[in-house]
Structures are given as C-alpha cells and as structure tokens.
C-alpha cells in the first residue's frame, strides 16, 4: 500500500503529567488550543491569562513581573478602554485602575499556576517583533496604534538565547521543580512573507536547541509534526495559515502519547467525553426542560470527580 504521510514519531517524555500537575500554555495562539483540550481532558490548567504572545520577549516580561511580584506596567489609555503594552489586545477595562488590578490579579494566578510542581510549555511563535521607541522595548502587541510608534526588528538567536538563558535561571532559583517545554507554533506570520517566516522560524527552533542543555528543559515537536508529518493543507482552516480542528486533534494525540500514561490516557478521554457531553444544547427552554439539564449536568461533573478521583 501507497504511503500518504510520514510516520507520526515516536516522541516519548522524560517525564508524566497526571491530574495534579499544574499546567501552563504561555504564548500563540497554538497554546491557546493545546491548553483548551489539556482542560476538556480534566487537567488543571492556565493558558494564557495576558492573551496570545507571538514574540519570545514579552513572555520573559510577563514572567519576570509575575514571580517577583511586580507592580509596575506601561498602561494604553484610549477613549473607551484602557489596556497595556504587555498584554494582548482583548485584555482591555473602563479604567485605569481596573486594568492596573486586571493585570495584577493575572500575575498573581501566573505565579500561582507555575509553582511547585508544574509544567510551564511556552510556544514561540516569530522572532520578529516591534520595539516601542519611547518605551524602548518589544510589545505583546502594538494595538492598532500609528506604525511611526514602532520599530519593527528581528531578534537573533542568540538574543532569544542570552534572554531565555537569564529568565530561565530566575525561574530555576524561584522554583527547582518547574519543567519547561518549549514548542514552536506551526501557524505561519504570511505578513511578513514566507521567506522571513521561514527564516524566523529556524531562529527560535535554533535558539530552544541550546536552550535544551539546561536542566529540566524540553522540546515537543508540534511545528515538525504539523509541517513534516501532516504537511498537507486539508489540515489547516480555509486562510491556509492555522492548523485545522482536526490537526490540532492529532498534535494533541501525540502530546497524550508523550505526557500521559495509558491509565491517565483513558481516564482523561472519558472525562473528555463527559465535558462533550455538557455543552450539548437545550431543545427546549421551558422550566421543567431546564431542571432536568441542570440535573443532568450536574450528573456529567459528578462522574468527571470519580473519575478524577480513581487516577489519585
């Protein structure tokens, strides 16, 4: 028989992730979708609570405030929202004030979620950025603000390199038990062309290569499972950029295969099925209807604890 696609590899962890663990998707919008799936199996999880970050910079900044309990932040204060330059854009308030608290509520569940014993997977996505000129550092977004507030440059491997190294010991000296995965997001920046992308992109891979000789850091290969193993466009969406639905399905089967044990795999798909089972729609709105999918919902969450339970 004809071969269609490459094997799927054979990527084994050097460690386990159960139901206690803490986990943490940091950075594109690809941590946004493992993250979500990691949390529909039953997995105690944060992803991204600044929104999606593209560039490795501002994820170091994002850490850096959270673990040593920063108070400081470069608020945007427009006509009818104020945000900040370290923070997505949907991360938005009425006020000042209210943002100021947003932010720092989230630092504070950061720090939480990456403590003890927790696994932090940090998805660069380009190592192109935009440099604030008056702030003089590198945004997590620009937000819709005039180009001429920017400089766009790229930043080298060994920048990402010596930055990383930096926080990573920080981290490390914070928290002996934190594993660190870095992934590479397999969504393409076509704004920049495919031939910057492409150069972007062997960048970060390059510079997580020699970040991998430091203790208790890791690479799962979701960029080449995607790119080399799937490598066909029915597995993206319609603007041929991000990975469709059922290709972020079969990273995550390669993640269950890598991080879970066959016991915790099977528990964890039933209580992916159970979660399924729960955003099933009301037909009907009536009182009595609504009483019995209440119940009924409330049954799924019960059976999601025993299951939760068993795997203690």
């Known amino acids: 028989m004809s071969k269609f696609h490459l094997p799927y590899p054979n990527y084994t962890a050097e460690f386990n992730i159960d139901f206690k663990s803490k986990l943490c998707f940091l950075g594109s919008c690809f941590s946004d979708h493992i993250g979500q799936l990691a949390h529909e199996h039953g997995f105690n999880v944060l992803s991204n609570p600044f929104g999606t970050t593209f560039h490795p910079q501002p994820i170091i900044d994002m850490l850096r405030a959270s673990i040593n309990d920063s108070i400081d932040l470069n608020l945007l204060n427009q006509n009818t929202y104020v945000t900040d330059w370290g923070s997505a854009h949907r991360l938005q308030s009425e006020t000042a004030q209210a943002h100021e608290d ?12 990456i403590s003890g014993h927790a696994f932090l997977f940090i998805t660069f996505g380009t190592s192109i950025g935009y440099r604030h000129k008056k702030l003089n550092k590198i945004v997590a977004n620009c937000h819709k603000q005039p180009s001429e ?42 704004k920049d062309g495919l031939i910057a992308n492409n150069r972007s992109k062997s960048r970060l891979s ?6 991998e000789r430091k203790k208790n850091i890791s690479y799962f290969p979701s960029f080449e499972f995607i790119n080399d193993v799937l490598r066909d466009y029915r597995f993206f969406n319609t603007d041929l950029i991000h990975p469709s639905d059922q290709a972020i399905n079969e990273v995550w089967s390669l993640f269950d295969q890598a991080y879970l044990t066959t016991y915790n795999s099977e528990i964890s798909q039933k209580i992916a099925k159970l979660n399924k089972a729960k955003r099933h729609k009301e037909m009907n709105k009536n009182t009595t209807e609504s009483e019995k999918h209440q119940a009924w919902i409330e049954k799924q969450n019960l059976l999601i604890n025993q299951l939760l339970n068993q795997s203690s």
């Not at 947003?102 to 979620?113: D, E, F, G, Y």
């Not at 930043?155 to 010991?169: G, K, L, P, R, V």
């Open 149 to 190: 507030l920017f400089k766009k440059e790229t930043t080298s491997i060994n920048q990402i390199y010596e930055s990383w190294d930096a926080i990573i010991e920080e981290l490390h000296t914070w928290n002996p038990d934190l594993n660190i995965i870095f992934t590479v997001s397999p969504v393409r920046h076509i």
């Open 102 to 113: 947003l932010v720092i509520s989230k630092r504070k569940q950061l720090k939480q979620q």
């Open 206 to 211: 390059a510079a997580i290569e020699l970040l």
